[in-house]
């Protein structure tokens, strides 16, 4: 008998170890699934018969074309006969089935991630919302409409018509009427851009549905870095019922657990948070600083039946902006994990002005262009779109920091509570959503809002009285000064705000010395160049000149009789109203005359190119009284005659090679004062560096006039005068355009840095024909092209017959008898690559020809 009492508490106690075993193996269902509706769908205009196969994400203009209904609207002045769209009514449609597994979910939503801009939207024939923010996130309750078939219908109005309604009720006009839409604002058209008024489904639109409990919002942020890092966790879960949850925070790398966490939830909202470390962080640092260093985390929570598995992507950083008062103001100055950064970027705008046009490998190929010109960081600027998931991504991965505007530019804004209400949600929604990033470095009000009432003469112009102004001013500060400050910090607190760019206009002393800055003295004032060297502010966040895109660009939108600048189809691509008129007058005040366009195209580029380099090196010589240059801009919406290095096609303007080497970590430049040539090095790395500078004078054949080696330490974060010459004692000035400075930095054998200084205007230069030797030899990924030349070649610009290919530098002085060695990147076996490269240089500019022996 005590046998048997013992083997039947071995079984006993088998079979509770085993039912235990297999509850804990129990597979649990993930709680969430997202079902996209991106099939069948068809547009029309409302009135008419014919339905049309339309693409989702999509916009109205490109599924016309797509149709055939209309003709390329980026070509010539075809966008002048393209107006008509934006006054009409569109209606789009779908049909989809449901099965049961996702109809018998407890909780079904309608998703729509972004709508463009005011629609009426139905599902099975039952309207369930109009919408008014194509910067929104939309979501339904659908449980109880869907059906196993399915109808979804979708009804744009005309956002210019609502534009017109609303200005209506107001007893004053403001300056423009896209004010009252919450609508990207370029594609009403800019300076830079085309007016495409669009509508559609912008973004994707699926159905979630769940069961038990889902993940509202998860916001990891990083409260302290020491030898640990100490990060907060904080859950938003609904849940349908009360329940117990366990929450395991691991690397998906490595598979190191971070965190486990028990929680009891109650039926409904539930919102709670804790501390976990990380031991021996590696941290997110910004190009030419350190390692991006990005933390993939696994989330997994998990009820007795249910789970969902989440990833976020993270990087540990601290940043700040410091603004300190000192003797000349107050600095202005981006601090990354406790070391100052001096900032080197551009402004960037939307990509197209057909939003879903621009893919992942469109991104892929912009950022990792703005990161190859040393680029740390990129406005995303007020007057386009808060930027789509993956542009932020890549500047997370690119080590690129991003000042994000909030989309308010250049204008007035009503202050009536619908609009404050859109707006509150808007922002809420993309701070949520951007704020993880480790590249967000700065939430910014708006762009020029305020510059603007202050500056540009609105309240004459308009006619305003005293009321009229106090409340149209008093709407801004509302806006910008409470309500997103406030939201800023009750869900970014780690991020800093500033209410508006710039904070003073560049008529204002005070310009040059707070805040950010916005220089257009020259462009706008038409200052010469060298007014950049005394218009220095202590960030300057905007300053720009115009160049015409590539001639295979321009030859994309335009015959071959609109080639000059007086047709049709340039000037409709050409938005500003003086543009061309003030490219010219720069031009002729440095470069010899031309009269063919290609040529013209050419010297557009180097005066922009010149005049942009001229402004970076007088802010990086400026450091730490500037700690920040962003030139405006970097990329195109459509192909176009603007300020960008990057055109529409991603074909590279002489600026973006210029800029690449002035934005290098080591720099060096020159200024003459009085015939005194001063030397800087100008260093953003936080080490020293001990190297040697060699100084040479030459001529346009390469015969040396004086030469001078020194030896020097560079200090870590530092911009300092090295050596001075006295040209007086070097030249004449009879011979000042016939001689050049080479300067050159080197360490460890490597040339840091290059510079060449020039002591007349480029069209005062005495150059000569170049002969120019060509050797390529074939590499992996590519092609190595070796050139020589028997002189000097200024600004030597080199182009792939009928092709298009990636080079490594362009538009570069070839020295004289000193082999340049550039690299074509490209995957394609290139026949005949020699015969096929051509040539086009200030050389051949000033000689009307230029002769390329190629063996």
């Known amino acids: 008998m005590h046998n048997l009492n013992k083997y039947l508490y071995i079984i006993l106690f088998a079979i509770t170890i085993l039912s235990f075993t297999m509850c804990d193996n129990t597979i649990k269902t993930e709680t969430v699934k997202n079902i996209p509706i991106n099939n069948n769908w068809q547009f029309r205009q409302v009135g008419t018969l014919n339905w049309k196969k339309a693409n989702v994400p999509g916009c109205i203009h490109t599924d016309l074309l797509n149709n055939k209904l209309i003709p ?119 300076d830079w851009g085309p007016r495409f008024v669009t509508c559609g489904i912008w973004r994707p639109v699926y159905i979630q549905g769940w069961n038990n409990f889902k993940t509202e919002d998860i916001h990891i942020s990083c409260t302290d870095i020491i030898d640990k890092a100490t990060l907060s966790a904080e859950f938003q879960i609904k849940s349908e019922v009360n329940q117990y949850l ?69 990087g540990l950083r601290t940043i700040q902006l410091i603004q300190r008062p000192d003797s000349a103001g107050k600095s202005f100055e981006f601090v990354l994990n406790g070391t100052p950064v001096f900032i080197k970027g551009a402004n960037y705008i939307p990509m197209d002005n057909f939003l879903p046009e621009i893919s992942k490998s469109r991104y892929e190929e912009l950022i990792s262009d703005a990161a190859d010109a040393n680029m740390n960081m990129l406005r995303v600027w007020g007057g386009g779109i808060y930027e789509d998931d993956e542009f932020y991504k890549l500047c997370d991965e690119n080590g690129i920091l991003v000042w994000q505007d909030f989309m308010f530019a250049c204008n007035m804004y009503p202050g009536d509570i619908d609009f404050i209400n859109n707006v509150k949600e808007e922002a809420k929604q993309n701070i949520i959503r951007l704020r993880e990033h480790p590249c967000i470095a700065l939430w910014c009000g708006n762009n020029e809002v305020d510059n603007a009432w202050k500056d540009w003469g609105w309240q004459k112009q308009f006619n305003y009285s005293s009321s009229d102004s106090s409340e149209i001013y008093s709407n801004y500060k509302k806006l910008f000064n409470s309500i997103l400050p406030k939201l800023t910090n009750l869900y970014s607190p780690e991020i800093s705000y500033w209410p508006t760019s710039p904070q003073w206009g560049w008529g204002h002393e ?96 180097l005066v922009q190119a010149e005049g942009i380099t001229k402004a970076i090196e007088a802010h990086r010589i400026a450091k730490p009284y500037c700690m920040g240059t962003l030139y405006w801009q970097l990329n195109d919406c459509w192909p176009a005659i603007s300020w960008s290095s990057i ?74 005068i090295y050596t001075l010459y006295n040209l007086d004692t070097i030249i004449n000035d009879s011979l000042k355009s016939s001689y050049f400075a080479n300067i050159q930095l080197i360490s460890n054998g490597n040339i840091v840095s290059e510079t060449n200084k020039f002591l007349c205007k480029a069209k005062d230069l005495m150059l000569a024909k170049s002969n120019i030797k060509i050797k390529a030899n074939k590499i992996e990924g590519g092609y190595k092209i070796n050139l020589t030349a028997t002189n000097l070649t200024k600004n030597l610009f080199i182009y792939l017959d009928k092709s298009d290919v990636k080079f490594s530098d362009n538009y570069f002085d070839l020295l004289p008898k000193k082999p340049k060695i550039i690299i074509i990147y490209t995957d394609r076996e290139i026949p005949d690559i020699e015969s096929r490269i051509k040539f086009m240089s200030l050389n051949s500019l000033v000689n009307q020809s230029i002769n390329e022996d190629k063996n």
């Open 510 to 605: 005070q310009s040059n010395t707070e805040g950010d800055s916005h220089y257009w003295g020259v462009w706008w004032g038409m200052k010469p160049f060298d007014s950049y060297e005394d218009n220095v502010g202590r960030f300057m966040s905007e300053y720009g000149f115009q160049a015409f895109p590539d001639i295979k660009t321009i030859e994309q939108f335009t015959d071959i009789n609109d080639r000059n600048i007086y047709s049709n189809a340039i000037l409709n691509h050409q938005k500003h109203p003086t543009g061309n008129e003030t490219i010219i007058e720069y031009m002729t005040r440095e470069y010899p005359s031309v009269e063919d366009f290609s040529s013209f195209v050419y010297l557009s580029q």
């Open 246 to 314: 366990s929450i395991t925070i691991s690397d998906n790398e490595t598979e190191l657990v971070y965190s486990n966490y028990k929680i009891d939830l109650i039926a409904g909202e539930n919102r709670f948070g804790w501390e976990f470390e990380i031991k021996n962080p590696e941290l997110w640092w910004t190009k030419g600083l350190g390692k991006p260093k990005l933390y993939n985390l696994k989330i997994e929570i998990e009820s007795d039946y249910y789970k969902q598995s989440l990833n976020k992507t993270i």
């Open 72 to 190: 390329n609207p980026y070509f010539a002045d075809n966008e002048k006969k393209l107006q008509w769209i934006e006054t009409e009514k569109w209606e789009y449609r779908c049909s989809f089935k449901i099965d049961s597994s996702i109809s018998s979910l407890s909780n079904l939503k309608l998703v729509f991630e972004g709508l463009d801009t005011y629609a009426d939207i139905f599902l099975n024939d039952i309207k369930i919302s109009s919408v008014n923010n194509m910067f929104r996130k939309w979501e339904y309750d659908i449980k109880n409409l869907i059906k196993e078939n399915n109808s979804l219908h979708i009804v744009f109005h005309p956002a210019i018509i609502s534009d017109s309604l609303k200005a209506e009720e107001l007893r004053y006009k403001l300056p423009d009427n896209r004010v009252f839409t919450r609508k990207a604002p370029y594609q009403y058209g800019w």
């Open 647 to 720: 055109d529409y096609y991603n074909r590279k303007k002489a600026l973006y090679y210029f800029s690449k080497k002035a934005y290098k970590k080591i720099i060096l430049s020159t200024e003459i004062n009085n015939d005194s040539l001063s030397v800087f090095v100008i260093s953003d790395s936080i080490n020293s560096l001990d190297a040697k500078l060699i100084f040479n004078f030459l001529n346009f054949s390469g015969e040396n006039l004086i030469t001078d080696t020194s030896k020097i330490t560079i200090a870590g974060n530092s911009s300092k």
